[in-house]
C-alpha cells in the first residue's frame, strides 16, 4: 500500500472539493482543465476563474510516479484512496502571468508556486474515508443552508478580526439585506497573521452587539493564494455555494501588496456577475474621517480627511506593543488582542 500524505492547503481543497465548497469543480483539476480555466475562464462550459490543483514536489513525485493509486493521509489519517493516477505538468511562467500579472516573478506566492509544484496530479477517487471536522473548523454548505430561513442573504469574507471598517460594512450589509453570513477564511500560514481560533472568537463577540438571529459567522476553511480578482471571483462563487445571495467584494480583495489595483477585483467580479449567479456589492472602502470624527465611505471634506483602517496596521500595533486606537478599532474588541494572537 502507497501512502500520501497531505499538507494542510491539499486537505483543506480536498475537503472543500468533495463537499461541493468550489462547485462545479468537485475535484482536482486536469491539464485540460487547468488549461480552460487559465486561457479562457471555464470549467465544462462553466464560468469557474481560479484553477484548484494538486502538486507534488520533485521528491514525492519521483517516489510516486509509477504508482497505481495512493492513500491519501492527513495527520495519520487515511482520507481517500484515489486511482488513475496521471501526472501532468504546466507552463509556470504561463500561471503566473494569468494569475499574478505582468510582475509575477516578484511575487513571493508564485516563488512559493513553483517551490512546491514540481508536477500537477489528476485522480479520480475510488474511496472516500469519513472525516470528522468539527463545526468551528469546517461546516458543509448543504448543512448552513438549512439554517437559511428566506433570502438576500448578504456575505462579507475576512481573514481578520473585525476592525471599525469591517462594522461599518456589516451594519451597511445588515441595513439593507436584513441577513448577513460573515465566513472568515481561516487556515493561515503567513507570520504575523491573526491565529484561526483569535480570528473566529472576535467575530461572533461582534455580531452579538447586532442581536439579530439572522446574522451568522461560520469558517471558510481554506488559505491565502494572493490571486486578486480571480480568488475574489473564487470567494464569490464559494459564497453562492453557501446560499448567499449578494457578496461584498473589498478594497484589493484577496490582493498582495501593489500587485493589483485597489479596485480590479471589485471590476473583476462585477463583469462576471451574472456568470457567478451571485450579486456583487462593489461599494468604496470605508475609512475614518478626520474631520466628522466616524468612519465612512465617501465625505465631502475639501482637506484630506481620510485615515484607513486596516487589518495590517492594526497588527503592526500589537507586534510593537501599541495600544489600538479607537478610530481603528473598538475597545471590545482590542482588548482582546496582544502579540500572541499573531502568528508566529
Not at 19 to 48: A, C, G, Q, R, W
Request: glycine share 4%.
Amino acid at each position: 500500500m502507497s501512502y500520501y500524505k497531505l499538507d494542510q492547503n491539499q486537505f483543506s481543497d480536498f475537503v472543500n472539493l468533495t463537499n461541493k465548497v468550489f462547485y462545479p469543480l468537485t475535484n482536482f483539476v486536469n491539464k485540460h482543465e487547468f488549461l480552460s480555466i487559465l486561457d479562457k475562464f471555464t470549467l465544462n462550459k462553466k464560468f469557474f476563474p481560479y484553477p484548484i490543483f494538486f502538486g507534488m514536489r520533485k521528491k514525492d513525485y519521483l517516489k510516486n510516479k509509477n504508482k497505481k493509486k495512493l492513500f491519501l493521509l492527513y495527520k495519520s489519517k487515511v482520507v481517500a484512496e484515489v486511482e488513475n493516477l496521471n501526472f501532468f505538468e504546466i507552463n509556470k511562467q504561463k500561471f503566473g502571468y494569468k494569475i499574478y500579472g505582468k510582475n509575477f516573478q516578484k511575487h513571493p506566492y508564485f516563488k512559493k508556486f513553483k517551490k512546491e509544484n514540481y508536477k500537477f496530479l489528476h485522480f479520480n477517487i475510488k474511496k472516500k474515508y469519513k472525516i470528522n471536522l468539527k463545526k468551528k473548523i469546517f461546516l458543509n454548505p448543504s448543512d448552513f443552508s438549512k439554517k437559511i430561513k428566506k433570502k438576500p442573504l448578504a456575505s462579507f469574507h475576512t481573514r481578520n478580526v473585525p476592525h471599525n471598517s469591517h462594522i461599518w460594512i456589516h451594519n451597511y450589509l445588515i441595513k439593507k439585506y436584513s441577513s448577513l453570513l460573515i465566513q472568515p477564511l481561516i487556515g493561515q500560514y503567513k507570520k504575523g497573521e491573526y491565529k484561526d481560533d483569535v480570528i473566529m472568537r472576535l467575530n461572533k463577540m461582534v455580531i452579538k452587539k447586532y442581536n439579530s438571529k439572522k446574522i451568522f459567522v461560520i469558517p471558510f476553511f481554506s488559505y491565502p493564494r494572493y490571486g486578486g480578482p480571480r480568488e475574489a471571483a473564487l470567494h464569490a462563487i464559494v459564497r453562492k455555494n453557501y446560499g448567499c445571495s449578494h457578496f461584498w467584494v473589498g478594497r484589493d480583495h484577496a490582493g498582495y501588496k501593489k500587485f493589483y489595483n485597489k479596485y480590479d477585483s471589485q471590476i473583476f467580479c462585477k463583469q462576471n456577475q451574472d456568470k457567478l449567479n451571485i450579486k456583487i456589492i462593489a461599494e468604496k472602502e470605508p475609512y475614518f474621517c478626520k474631520k466628522d470624527n466616524l468612519i465612512v465611505n465617501k465625505c465631502n471634506c475639501k482637506i484630506n480627511c481620510k485615515i484607513s483602517v486596516s487589518g495590517s496596521k492594526i497588527r503592526s500595533f500589537l507586534i510593537r506593543k501599541i495600544k489600538v486606537p479607537v478610530m481603528y478599532m473598538p475597545k471590545f474588541i482590542s482588548k482582546n488582542l496582544n502579540k500572541l494572537s499573531l502568528i508566529e
